[in-house]
């Protein structure tokens, strides 16, 4: 039987602060969980998020922290879908394969454990983490919390993928890399020969420009204001590449929809197939979708705005033909789908090397790794931290 284990966790007390190095208390799983030695974890623009106090639904004390890998380390009781010693990547969007929207067929976001987890509990509506030093009950985040060296998870919450997989690499499969490409390849639907925008190439829009290289878009329009990530476009999306920095090469007073519009009109229909906007700027959601061409120009958000913000454009964009539309986690079913992007990196079809910009060691650095993302000169796609 499982017991209590004691071990380090970055603690987040509230927002706008520091994350503090603690000692916890994490309980031994119960029924259908799964406690994970975390191995390596990567900072997400997501976990800045609810640091900075924008998340609504942020709870305090919490262990942040959700692209994560590691290796079970014990299984509570009815959990048949891993093992313990199975090398795993930890999922903010479980997947159960049995309630409405597993088996729709239409979409990845499974209803079951979503009311709990945005509560930063465990589906039974408690935390299996506690401060050592007084048992202060933690929150969980995410479904995940791996900044900890030790996390409790639902077993649904867990993809078993090849044991010959860096665990440092392949934790970026949790999130980012996933997220854009699957917004291509899923959501989207992008074909051969169309012609795409790609707004922000933080980590998620890069992998957006990798994944329209994959599926032969004929030009990646690339928009971001850092000219030093142009060769980073280059890299992940090769010749198809152009890059736009809206604040010199667009014409003052033109906006970058007009823009776009007017530099994609070789086939008799200005505006692109596709535009992705990976920011969480609720004026380039706008801007994605109106530099898209009527009749079935597509704009996909991927990027999280602010609590309480809101989009807005003309209805007649929507009337002629324009679609509007989500993704989460890329449309990717974590448990189905990972193991084979694990695979595809094994077999050298799938980057994720290039993604990793930072590389610490210990959980103590985790506030160096958060502090590197705020840092624009450190050109951090992602900081991973082995934990």
């Known amino acids: 039987m499982a017991l209590p ?62 692209e994560g890998a590691g290796v079970v380390e014990s299984i509570g009781e009815g959990v048949t879908s891993c093992n313990v010693g199975d090398h795993v990547i930890l999922l903010y969007i479980p997947e159960c394969r049995n309630c409405k929207f597993c088996k729709s067929g239409k979409t990845n976001l499974c209803s079951v454990i979503r009311v709990t987890q945005g509560r930063g509990q465990m589906p039974d509506g408690t935390s299996r983490f506690s401060l050592k030093r007084d048992g202060t009950p933690v929150f969980h985040f995410m479904g995940c919390s791996s900044f900890s060296e ?57 992998a957006v420009v990798a994944a329209l290289k994959s599926v032969g878009a004929k030009r990646i329009i690339c928009i971001d204001t850092n000219l030093a990530k142009k060769p980073l476009a280059e890299f992940f999306g090769g010749s198809a590449v152009e890059f736009i920095n809206p604040k010199t090469d667009i014409p ?43 009749g079935w120009g597509k704009s996909i958000i991927i990027g999280v705005a602010a609590a309480g913000q809101e ?11 324009r679609s509007w539309m989500g993704s989460a ?25 290039k993604f990793v910009t930072h590389t610490y060691s210990g959980v103590d650095k985790i506030t160096d790794a958060i502090h590197v993302m ?12 082995t934990l």
């Open 5 to 66: 284990i004691t071990c380090k966790a970055a603690i987040a007390f509230g927002p706008n602060q520091d994350v503090v190095i603690e000692e916890i208390i994490v309980a031994a799983p119960k029924a259908n969980e799964v406690r994970v030695k975390v191995n390596s974890t990567a900072v997400c623009h997501t976990d800045l998020y609810t640091l900075s106090g924008q998340d609504g639904e942020a709870v305090w004390p919490c262990i942040l922290g959700h």
């Open 150 to 206: 030790y996390t409790v998870v639902a077993d649904i919450s867990l993809a078993v993928v090849n044991k010959s997989a860096p665990l440092g690499k392949i934790c970026l499969l949790g999130c980012g890399v996933t997220t854009g490409y699957g917004a291509v390849v899923n959501t989207a639907k992008v074909e051969n020969g169309a012609i795409a925008a790609v707004f922000g190439l933080g980590a998620v829009g890069l």
């Open 252 to 294: 003052e007073g033109k906006s970058i929809q007009a823009h776009l519009v007017e530099i994609t009109t070789e086939d008799g229909a200005g505006g692109v197939d596709y535009s992705f906007e990976c920011v969480g700027n609720v004026n380039l959601m706008r801007a994605a979708l109106e530099s898209c061409h009527k």
């Open 311 to 321: 989009i807005s454009t003309r209805p007649f964009q929507l009337v002629t033909g």
């Open 329 to 353: 986690f890329g449309g990717v079913k974590g448990r189905t789908e990972l193991p084979g992007y694990v695979d595809r990196y094994l077999q050298g079809t799938f980057e994720l090397d």
């Open 374 to 385: 705020h840092d624009a000169a450190a050109g951090a796609l992602r900081p991973v931290i």
